[in-house]
Antibody
């Protein structure tokens, strides 16, 4: 059974870079669109972007200038960096697997990141 | 960019049927997926594609789409269905993905 686990610092200073990693266990990282989503406290879900197993990426326009995603097949990990963070980047960050047609069938438990 | 519009809140009596809708121009071209999120938990996929339920999702959940509106229907709502439901699809402007604002379902 495929599982995802986010990891990274829970506190980031303003203007610095947020870095998170998602580890895939119980299955292959090949195929699929590996996705990041975030949710500010008390608010809705925001799609950040995905990295395909080939390395192709797509990011939401509002974050495109600050977001980078990468993938390491040998470690079965994919990563997210968000540069120049502000308090508005404070959120629960989830990684998820997109099986195609946008369906996110497996999610990590999420990791809370506070910018302060 | 496109938007997906959902009613902020909906209520249903226990055992009755409720329809949660999602409106957006992209729904004329692309499939929608639906997610259930309970407090303190990660979202769970409940419907995707052409009304496909992932393994473990009760058959009281179903999806439909017509024109620019997609709907998630719960037939015989249970107390455990109380949650926030999000739709997700594509943005026709730039092909990125986006979520609706979410609908909080209360089971009375």
């Amino acid at each position: 059974q495929v599982q995802l686990q986010e990891s990274g610092p829970g506190l980031v200073k303003p203007s610095e870079t947020l870095s998170l990693t998602c580890t895939v266990s119980g299955g292959s990282i090949s195929s699929y669109y590996w996705t990041w989503i975030r949710q500010p406290p008390g608010k809705g879900l925001e799609w950040i972007g995905y990295i395909y197993f080939t390395g192709r990426t797509d990011y939401t326009p509002s974050l495109k200038s600050r977001v980078t995603m990468s993938l390491d097949p040998s470690k079965k990990e994919f990563s997210l960096t968000v540069s120049s963070v502000t308090a508005a980047d404070t959120a629960m960050y989830y990684c998820a697997r997109d099986i195609g047609d946008g369906a996110l069938d497996i999610w990590g438990q999420g990791t809370m990141v506070t910018v302060s | 960019s496109s938007e997906l519009t959902q009613d902020p809140a909906v209520s249903v009596a226990l055992g009755q049927t409720v329809r949660i809708t999602c409106q957006g121009a992209s729904l004329r071209q692309y499939f929608v997926s639906w997610y259930q999120q309970k407090p303190g938990q990660a979202p769970v996929l409940v419907i995707y594609g052409k009304n496909i339920r992932p393994s473990g999702i009760p058959d009281r959940f179903s999806g439909s789409s017509s024109g620019n509106t997609a709907a998630l229907t719960i037939t015989g709502a249970q107390a455990e269905d109380e949650a926030v439901y999000y739709c997700k699809s594509r943005d026709t402007a730039d092909n990125s993905r986006l979520f609706g604002g979410g609908t909080r379902l209360t089971v009375l």
